[in-house]
């Protein structure tokens, strides 16, 4: 019964690495949007995060983004 329970609380190996190779890849996907720009890697990585498992973004990155939008003339 004790190990029900481990596999039912403990996510597979493999699966951790799928959810991260997944990650890496929308990452990616990002960086090729921004043009190749560097230094964003982190941005990118936890907005991956974000849309891969589904979380909100933190309220940094919704201020980061903000500052980004450009009012229309």
Do not use: C, N
């Not at 609380?9 to 190779?21: F, K, Q």
Request: cysteine-free; glycine content about 4%; proline content about 5%.
């Amino acid at each position: 019964m004790l190990r029900k329970r481990e596999s039912l609380s403990a996510p597979h190996p493999s699966s951790l690495e799928l959810t991260e190779d997944i990650i890496r890849i929308r990452a990616y996907e990002l960086f090729e949007q921004r043009g190749y720009e560097h230094g964003h890697d982190v941005e990118d990585w936890l907005t991956a995060e974000a849309e891969v498992l589904g979380k909100k973004p933190s309220v940094a990155d919704a201020q980061d983004r903000s500052k980004k939008v450009t009012p229309a003339a």
